[in-house]
C-alpha cells in the first residue's frame, strides 16, 4: 500500500513543479482586449477543417476532464478559414452548437472531425450535416427543430464576433485557447503538455 502511494506521489511531482513555475507576461502569454469573464472559462478557438485541431483534440478533451468544476469549457468555431466555403463552414458551427444543445457534443464533435481527416470525406449542404447526427442516434425532426432555433443562430452569431473580435488583434491561427475572455497563452514558450495546463491553471486565476 505504501509502494502504490509512493508510486502515486512521484507521477505528481512533475506536474506540481511546473504548476509552481513563474510564468510572464509577454513570454508566456499576452494579454488581450476585452473584459474579463465574470466565471472562470476557457474557449478554445478552432475549425473543423484545422488539421492542428483534430491532432489536438486529445489534449483539448484531456483539459476540459481536469479542469476544477467552477470552469466552463467552451468551443468556438471559426469561420472564413481560407480556402473553404463560407456557408458549409457556418453550417458546422450550427452542428458544434446544435449537438451541445441535444447533449451529444461527445459523439457528433469527433464524427465531424473523422469525416473530414479521417474519411477525406466532406459536407456538402445541410442533408449531410443531418445524417451525421441521425447516424449518431439524433431523432431527424428533433434536429430540424434545433438546428434552426434562434438559440442556436443567436450563438453562431455571437462566435462569428467573437473570431472578430480576435482577429482584428491580429489573432487568426487556430486552435488558439482564451482564458477568462482576458489571456491568451504564448504556445510557443511551452516546453510540455504538463506546462500548458499548468499555465491555464495559472491564467484562471488572475484577476
Known sequence: MLNKYIFALALLLPIFSVS???????????????????????????????PACFRQEPFMN??????????????N?????????????????NALIAANYLKVGDKVIPAI???IHVDKSSFNNIDDVKRLFTN?????DKFDKVFSSFGVNAQAK?????????????????PTLIVNGKY?????????VDEYKALVLFLLEKA
Open 20 to 50: 509552481a513555475a513563474k510564468f510572464e507576461e509577454g513570454t508566456h502569454y499576452v494579454e488581450i482586449e476585452g473584459e474579463l469573464t465574470k466565471k472562470k472559462q476557457v474557449t478554445e478557438f478552432f475549425s473543423f477543417y484545422c
Open 113 to 115: 472531425f473523422n469525416t
Open 77 to 93: 468555431h471559426v469561420d472564413g478559414m481560407p480556402g473553404r466555403e463560407l456557408a458549409i463552414e457556418q453550417l458546422l458551427t
Open 136 to 140: 449518431n442516434g439524433v431523432n431527424g
Open 62 to 75: 484531456n483539459l476540459k476532464a481536469s479542469l476544477p468544476s467552477d470552469v466552463t469549457f467552451k468551443k
Open 184 to 192: 491568451k497563452p504564448v504556445t510557443k514558450s511551452l516546453k510540455s
Open 158 to 174: 455571437k462566435m462569428q464576433k467573437n473570431t472578430q473580435q480576435l482577429r482584428d488583434q491580429g489573432f487568426s491561427a487556430v
